[in-house]
């Protein structure tokens, strides 16, 4: 394996979007309330996109999932120690392979099974990363940031961008 300059991206930081329910917005950044493709119900996960279009995408893969409309909400993040799956060279610096990022997830935890996805993120944390860029499925080009701590001291901060959304 490389060191570490090899496996995380540089900092990581911009404006990215997330979609909730209206009646969450206040906690948009409290991270996902149900398992998702790289975390366990218990395990909070802030999932973002890099784009509205990237949320878009993200909402054909989960159709049912939303009791009413979303809102899009805009999130400002400094992010260090991000592993970019779609670099792979970083992927292999991390021991990872993309696919089992990419595989499905959702009927495996339906049947009680662990997806390969979640040993990605375990695998990413206990190399000391704090997130992952994930490239859209649905849409190539498209990325999405997915966050396993953030507004912590030495983590990522994510703050909702006032006046947006």
């Keep these: 394996m490389s060191d570490d300059r090899d496996m995380f991206a540089p900092e990581v930081r911009g404006t990215f979007f997330r979609a909730v329910d209206p009646s969450f917005r206040e906690s948009a950044i409290a991270g996902s309330r149900a ?3 790289y975390s366990r119900a218990d395990e909070p996960t802030l999932y973002l996109s890099s784009s509205v279009e990237g949320v878009e995408a993200a909402l054909v893969a989960h159709p049912d999932t939303r009791a009413t409309e979303p809102v899009i909400v805009e999130v400002d993040v400094t992010a260090p120690r991000i592993v970019d799956l779609r670099d792979p060279a970083a992927g292999f610096a991390a021991g990872i392979d993309l696919e089992d990022a990419t595989a499905p997830w959702q009927q495996i935890v339906a049947d009680g099974g662990v997806p390969t ?3 990605v993120r375990d695998r990413l944390a206990a190399l000391g990363a704090d997130g992952l860029i994930d490239p859209s499925r ?7 940031l997915v966050l396993f701590r953030w507004n912590t001291d030495d983590a990522p901060q994510v703050h909702i961008r006032t006046g947006a959304g």
Excluded: T
């Excluded at 649905?138 to 999405?144: A, Q, S, T, Y």
């Design 117 to 119: 996805s979640w040993l």
């Design 138 to 144: 649905k849409r190539p080009g498209l990325w999405h």
């Design 35 to 37: 398992a998702g493709r």
